[in-house]
């Protein structure tokens, strides 16, 4: 140790650092070689010991042991040095030479046979690389280096070997530029490849065209020549007529020529007539100016209703930012979170004996707001508890919501009620509409309906056709809007993207945008198509609708096994007045909570039931945090509670229809249902702003 602080300190390792071995290091190319270089420097770098074994502990070992300097030999490390030299000057590469140190004596006052414990191995291993050292042969210095260094200068070798070592890490660094910059090259050669490609399928798809329409130009040709002969007959079949009425007329003409003498007569009367005509006409002429000046007259006063108009036109477009300010406040006093609860009709099959009457479930009040259970003759209690409940004086169970719909009410009567909150999106506000609820509950009826029936439609494509027929009527105010939709699912906590082909298997990360990094919700690598109009994006709800998973269980035939979220972005502004907005829809459709003792499920299907119930603990978690507003709301615990974030307790206008089947043996899954809408209509999340650009 004595030996190695005596080392300059440049050459001493850092404290507490260990060197890495050559073949754990990355050798960069030097710049101005072929790559076939770095190749054979890295080898020659491979089979060098490590410096921290060579210089420091190996010299300090040779301290203690020898007593007088001595040539070291260097027979064994010239020949070793020799195929690395040779493999170096190959490929233009610099040769390496390595000095070995002067073996100084033992420090004063210490014996000349003094070892330290366990030095007896290290003292062999030092010799022998001396001896290797000492039977390298000399080899000439390649030109561009300096002086070669004696074979005792190891500090020297060194010194060269990281001066290699640090031209190939430049060089491996400006390699790795290059690649990088072929890479960018490659991929944007790539875009236009694709571009190109989409180019010739359009042409072909025209030339496609052009020929339909050269065969059909054709084919017009064809008959036009068939109907031109004919008339051609026809022609013919007329002149022959006519030669004979020429004929006939030239018997007439000479009549008429008799006629025209008499008719000579007759113009020199009119004449004499023409002069009293002539006088008439300057009256007209006068009439004429008077009825100019007129005409003149009422051009300015058109002028001034014209003006009139403009203003009205102007007042107009202040009364409809009137109007959003005003309808948005209304929404606003209605509450940040609404809750309405729907209890769907019995199926056929679902009829009991009292001929499908509901007798479990009550609507007292006329204003649609109040629904009651009745659980005192369940049929699934046992009969401690129904006996119990006889003898007491226990009430139904009521629940008070926002609306209330019975079986009876329609498709169209639900989104009546919700569609001023879906006009909130077009005045620049995100809005969030969910539907929670047991599976069975009629959840997916209610958001997305049956496409073969109008008069069955859901939220959702009404939802879209309202917002397409409004932004026409709002197009001849001045305001312009361009859309953007997007369609994914929640399955089994994994986003999968509903618009895509299925094959491609990108990763999807729920990721929060905007200047205070927590503006948007945002999904990566998520498909975004832009929409001009209701029937395409009817179309994409298509798609995603046989994308989306779905499987039977013994709760219900079509159970949806994956929460479903539809986004429809909306950009607007008015050149007019200069107002611009941007707004989002967002339309879920969650999962429905199952018992698995009821509903049977196994593998798979066992699997998505437990993830589509933790994920509704989850959201149940978030509610009551809200509800009871601690400081923390554990939003990350699952993907649902994440991305709907901005909905549940961010800057969004928010409703949340609670399904309820009308079946008496889930009236369990019933209760919890109204009981978990109940503490979300109990939330206050604050009053949404409108997103202005």
């Known amino acids: 140790m004595q030996a190695a602080s005596r080392l300059p300190q440049s050459r001493l390792p850092m404290p507490g650092s260990r060197l890495r071995p050559p073949s754990q290091v990355k050798m960069p190319t030097p710049p101005t070689e072929n790559p076939v270089t770095v190749a054979n420097t890295t080898t020659t770098t491979k089979r060098l010991r490590s410096p921290e074994s060579v210089v420091p502990i190996k010299k300090a070992r040779l301290d203690s042991h020898v007593t007088k300097p001595r040539k070291p030999s260097t027979n064994g490390i010239k020949k070793a040095l020799v195929t690395r030299s040779n493999s170096a000057s190959n490929i233009g590469a610099k040769k ?41 042969p000399a080899t000439k210095p390649t030109a561009g280096l300096k002086t070669k260094r004696q074979p005792w200068d190891l500090k020297g070798r060194l010194e060269d070997l990281e001066k290699i070592y640090n031209e190939s890490k430049v060089g491996k660094q400006q390699l790795a530029n290059n690649l990088a910059e072929n890479s960018t090259q490659l991929e944007s050669v790539t875009v236009v490849n694709t571009q190109l490609q989409n180019n010739v399928h359009r042409l072909k798809e025209t030339l496609e065209q052009v020929q339909a329409s050269l065969q059909s130009t054709q084919k017009n040709y064809d008959d036009d020549m068939r109907i031109r002969n004919r008339e051609i007959e026809d022609l013919k079949f007329k002149l022959m007529s006519v030669e004979r009425q020429r004929d006939s007329l030239t018997g007439e003409l000479t009549a008429a020529q008799k006629q025209t003498a008499g008719l000579q007569a007759t113009v020199a009367q009119l004449t004499s007539a023409q002069a009293g005509i002539s006088a008439e006409l300057t009256v007209t002429k006068i009439n004429l100016e008077h009825s100019l000046s007129e005409v003149r007259c009422l051009k300015a006063e058109l002028v001034k209703e014209k003006e009139i108009i403009e203003d009205q036109n102007q007042c107009l477009m202040e009364n409809e930012t009137e109007r959003r300010q005003l309808h948005n406040l209304v929404q606003e006093l209605k509450g940040n979170i609404r809750v309405y609860c729907r209890v769907r009709p019995l199926l056929p099959e679902e009829h009991t004996k009292s001929e499908g009457e509901i007798t479990h479930i009550n609507f007292p009040d006329k204003d649609s707001k109040v ?14 508890m ?177 929460h479903s979220v539809f986004r429809l972005k909306i950009t607007g502004a008015n050149e007019t007045t200069s107002e611009a907005c941007q707004g989002t829809l967002n339309l879920i459709d969650l999962a429905g909570s199952e018992r698995i003792k009821d509903s049977k499920s196994e593998g798979a299907r066992l699997k998505e039931a437990q993830a589509i119930n933790l994920s509704l603990s989850h959201l149940g978690n978030v509610i009551m945090a809200l509800a009871n507003k601690e400081s923390h709301i554990p939003y990350r615990n699952s993907k649902l509670t994440y991305l709907l974030q901005n909905s549940l307790g961010g800057n969004s206008k928010t409703l949340m229809f609670v399904n309820i089947s009308p079946k008496e043996s889930n009236i369990h899954e019933s209760l919890c249902s109204l009981r978990f809408a109940t503490k979300v209509n109990q939330c206050h999340i604050g009053t949404a702003t409108k997103k202005v650009r």
Do not use: C
């Open 96 to 136: 390496v030479v390595v000095k070995a140190a002067p073996i100084k004596q033992n420090a004063p006052g210490r014996p000349a046979n003094f070892s330290r414990p366990g030095g007896t191995t290290t003292n062999r291993r030092l010799l022998a690389t001396k001896n290797t050292i000492d039977s390298a």
């Open 371 to 384: 629904l009651e259970i009745d659980t005192l003759n369940h049929s699934s209690l046992n009969e401690s």
């Open 386 to 562: 129904v006996n119990t409940r006889k003898g007491s004086s226990q009430q139904p169970h009521e629940f008070n919501f926002d609306r209330v719909f019975n079986t009876t009410t329609t498709q169209q009567d639900v989104f009546k009620e919700i569609s001023q909150l879906v006009q909130s999106a077009l005045d620049g506000y995100n809005v969030s509409i969910f539907a929670y609820g047991q599976t069975g509950s009629g959840k997916t009826y209610t958001m997305e309906g049956v496409n073969s029936s109008r008069n069955d439609e859901g939220v959702i494509p009404r939802s879209v056709r309202q917002i397409f027929e409004t932004t026409t009527k709002l197009e001849e105010k001045g305001w312009k809007y361009q859309f953007e939709a997007s369609f994914l699912e929640i399955y089994n906590e994994t986003i999968r993207d509903l618009l895509g082909d299925g094959k491609e298997a990108k990763k999807h990360d729920i990721k929060m945008t905007g200047a205070d990094g927590s503006s948007d919700v945002t999904v990566t690598n998520l498909i975004y198509v832009p929409v001009t109009s209701s029937s395409k994006v009817h179309k994409l709800l298509a798609k995603a609708s046989e994308n989306r998973a779905v499987a039977e269980t013994k709760s219900n035939e079509r159970s949806s096994r994956s």
